[in-house]
């Protein structure tokens, strides 16, 4: 900064846009979703600069893969570890009662997107909570390797998921 207060105000704003963030390096695909632990601020004897130095829990991924299905399928998930999956619904025409994989969804209405979502945890449609319209135990997950999805009838269906790694 080109004062205390600058060198200051800029630490607090790097530690708020680091608190939860997601790093990523020009070396690799990978991308790391991260959550500040702890940090130390050191004086570096050069007015107005200090170090730095944080520490991250951080999860291992490659970016959003996502497939456009109309019926059953398959999907390959390259990661290692199992991680959360959502599934867009978007059916063309108005249905009362519709199954995929194992998750029974009521109520779909023609255009209107329903989405359950293993990777944020919620299940929504046109931005309304209807998680009661469904007989949803768990939010779904992708194993690694190949995944079926399997649905009741043919339906214009997006799966999207990070490939996780150990």
Known sequence: GN???????????????????VIQTTASRFEYPAILTEYSD????????????MNFIVI??????????????????????????????????????????????????????????GIEGKVTAGGINRFLDTDIIDFPKIRPGMNEIVMSANMPVKVSFYPVFM
């Open 3 to 21: 004062s205390e207060e600058d060198l200051q105000e800029n630490i607090s704003n790097l530690l708020v846009a680091c608190r939860k963030c």
């Open 42 to 53: 050191d004086d570096t004897g050069v007015e107005y600069y200090h170090l730095v130095t």
């Open 60 to 117: 291992k991924r490659l970016p959003l893969v996502t497939h456009e299905l109309t019926g059953n399928g398959s999907v390959k998930n390259l990661g290692n570890v199992e991680s959360g999956m959502r599934m867009e619904i978007t059916p063309t025409t108005a249905t009362s009662s519709f199954k995929i994989n194992g998750i029974t969804v009521k109520n779909l209405k023609a255009k209107e997107t329903f989405i359950i979502d």
